[in-house]
């Protein structure tokens, strides 16, 4: 079964940008519909939706972080990326990468499924 | 945005109970709502979609219901396994999907 994986540094400084990539096993990123997603979960917090692509290279983000964020995709490496620039210490979380189920052809449902086992991140000099 | 809150947000119970979480969304978002199950140190993982429906091998004690602005998860018999923190989400504003606060269920 697909299962995905995230890998990146751990540790970033203030107003650098974090980058991660979602490598995916299992199944190809190119199949059609999916979307591939990128989620954050801040210590102790809920559940935060970042972004997501299309295998066609087409995204759309979280409206509250639209102005950092670009997620992009290597079909051919099976991976998709994610970079958030100007980070402060708000944007420590564990980051997941998830795919985005869709089901149905007239107002379909997403959910995600599966998802990373995620990766911390910590904002810090 | 579709704001999603969760009650209780944190629940004690005993093995063999009957469990309910309630998710209220502050709009109408018909069916388009998610359950997952997140253990500590691990991602989420989908039990309902759609409201109802049962991601295949989540146990048969696990259901869904709801649709409108109300839903509920029930539990029918807890395990040890079970407990954890639960999350609905919605996808009726796809792709601006949000999740409830959590719902942490804990051994009485």
């Known amino acids: 079964q697909v299962q995905l994986q995230e890998s990146g540094p751990g540790l970033v400084k203030p107003s650098q940008t974090l980058s991660l990539t979602c490598t995916v096993s299992?199944?190809?990123?190119?199949?059609?519909?999916?979307?591939w997603s990128w989620i954050r979960q801040h210590p102790g917090k809920g559940l935060e939706w970042i972004g997501y692509i299309y295998n066609s290279g087409s995204t759309d983000y979280s409206p509250s972080l639209k102005s950092r964020v670009s997620i992009s995709v290597d079909t051919s490496k099976n991976q998709f990326s994610l970079k958030l620039s100007s980070v402060t210490a708000a944007d420590t979380a564990v980051y997941y990468c998830?795919?985005?189920?869709?089901?149905?052809?007239?107002?379909?449902?997403?959910?995600?499924?599966?998802w990373g086992q995620g990766t911390l991140v910590t904002v810090s000099s | 945005d579709v704001q999603m809150t969760q009650s209780p947000s944190s629940l004690s119970a005993s093995v063999g109970d009957r469990v309910t979480i309630t998710c209220r969304a502050s709009q109408s978002i018909s069916r388009f709502l998610n359950w997952y199950q997140q253990k500590p140190g691990k991602a989420p993982k989908l039990l309902i979609y759609?409201?109802?429906s049962l991601q295949s091998g989540v146990p048969s004690r696990f259901s869904g219901s709801g649709s409108g602005t109300d839903f509920t998860l029930t539990i029918s018999r807890l395990q040890p396994e079970d407990f954890a923190t639960y999350y609905c989400?919605?996808?009726?504003?796809?792709?601006?999907?949000?999740f409830g606060q959590g719902t942490k269920l804990e051994i009485k």
């Open positions: 299992g199944g190809s990123i190119s199949s059609g519909g999916y979307y």
């Open positions: 998830a795919r985005v189920y869709v089901w149905g052809s007239y107002r379909p449902v997403h959910w995600f499924d599966p």
């Open positions: 989400q919605q996808s009726f504003s796809a792709p601006l999907y949000t």
């Open positions: 759609a409201a109802s």
